[in-house]
């Protein structure tokens, strides 16, 4: 294959992946769209605009990490988007390890997280080479939100939440269930703390009168981002759905985990979990709405005397995450972006750039108010 394409794009036959394609061609970033299937992502990369002006090859691989090795070498960023995660990401970081390239993916979940930041990350940081988790919508935002937050002196406990109205893809969903079966931590007086299991909690969106049902959401990203960092005492997030049925489905699953499934071996579990998530998302969603696909992301930032808020809205979240692939890997293919081993999105990119790369494509609009 050609060394002038140095981007792979590993899952291109699903929607994330699609979107990222779409965005890769708007930088005019060549790329490899690989996956399991060539005929299907022939079928999907045909369906992607503008895909006639983009440079790009296709690629079949069978997932292994000697087949994801030979596929990366030459290459210098993978975007992962084959979720859930917690099952599929080990070969990719690794195949990334052994070919001496940056990895990007769009995960959230914690303990995928965690053996970023205790394992692999100094293994890509003795590489040279960096690597960034939670790329995405969620929750590259609210990591721009919180570092915002963080510009005012005075400021050490973040307290974030999420409210959309978004339509799941297969893999969100299916990440979703596998995160039950984890551990979820907050982070309080600086070290993790675990929860004890699903937390329900009433979120009051900014703007508006609504007041929803949260749930902890597996912990989130962002305790996680901010565990070593030594100006966050304390940081917890929630999210509520505009389908309040979300939160529901979800205790609900929690409560037949552990009183039935947590016993089964994973052979035998993940069908069982992989035939309820396509009880909630059957099939790839269609292609998102700017005037029905919105949310809002926000931060309070607090400190003995000083309080600060940022509130981001958002449209077409899964939209923005292709954005926000595209646009990491273009600045990973240069020299501007900070630092190596495990990074936050925000923290790799620079949190004022990275949304302004947002806001010129029109998904996001930020919000700042400070109180002393």
């Known amino acids: 294959m050609s060394d002038r394409r140095p981007v792979v794009i590993y899952g291109a036959s699903g929607s994330t992946g699609r979107l990222v394609a779409e965005y890769l061609r708007e930088y ?16 999907v990369m045909e369906k992607v605009p503008g895909i006639e002006t983009a440079d ?6 069978d997932g292994s990490v000697e087949s994801l090795t030979r596929l990366f070498e030459g ?21 990334a390890l052994a070919a001496g390239i940056h990895y990007l993916d769009t995960a959230g979940e914690q303990t995928h997280m965690l053996r970023f ?64 079966r984890a551990e979820a931590h907050y982070l309080e007086d600086g070290r993790l703390k675990k929860y004890d299991g699903v937390v329900v909690q009433d979120v009051v969106v900014p703007g508006s009168g609504l007041v929803l049902t949260g749930t902890n959401w597996g912990g989130t990203a962002l305790p996680v981002f901010f565990r070593d960092d030594r100006r966050v005492r304390d940081c917890r997030m929630f999210v509520a759905m505009r389908n309040q049925d979300i939160w529901r489905r979800v205790v609900d699953l929690e409560r037949l985990f552990k009183v039935s499934l947590q016993w089964l071996p994973e052979e035998a579990l993940y069908p069982v979990l992989d035939k309820m998530a396509s009880g909630m998302t059957a099939d790839s969603p269609p292609r998102e709405n700017r005037q029905h696909q919105r949310s809002l992301d926000w931060c309070v930032g607090r400190g003995n005397t000083v309080t600060t808020r940022v509130v981001i809205q958002c449209t077409t979240g899964y939209q923005m995450t292709g954005l926000i692939q595209a646009y990491a890997a273009m600045r990973l ?3 501007t972006y900070h630092g190596t081993g495990f990074r936050s999105p925000a923290e790799l990119l620079g949190h004022r750039e990275l949304m302004g790369a947002i806001e010129s494509y029109g998904f996001a609009r930020v919000t700042e108010e400070s109180r002393s």
């Open 28 to 43: 005019d970033i060549p790329f490899v769209a690989a996956g399991r299937n060539k005929a299907r992502l022939q079928e």
């Open 56 to 61: 790009y090859e296709i690629a079949e691989t």
């Open 75 to 95: 290459r210098q960023v993978v975007c992962n988007t084959v979720g859930p995660f917690l099952r599929y990401a080990p070969p990719v970081v690794e195949a």
């Open 117 to 180: 930041l205790d394992e692999w990350g100094p293994r890509f940081a003795a590489n040279g080479r960096a690597a960034s988790s939670a790329m995405s919508v969620q929750y590259a935002i609210h990591d721009i939100a919180a570092r915002i937050c963080l510009e005012t002196p005075g400021v050490d406990s973040l307290e974030l939440g999420s409210y959309a109205n978004a339509i799941p893809t297969v893999g969100s969903t299916q990440s979703i269930f596998d995160v039950i």
């Open 333 to 335: 293919l240069g020299t």
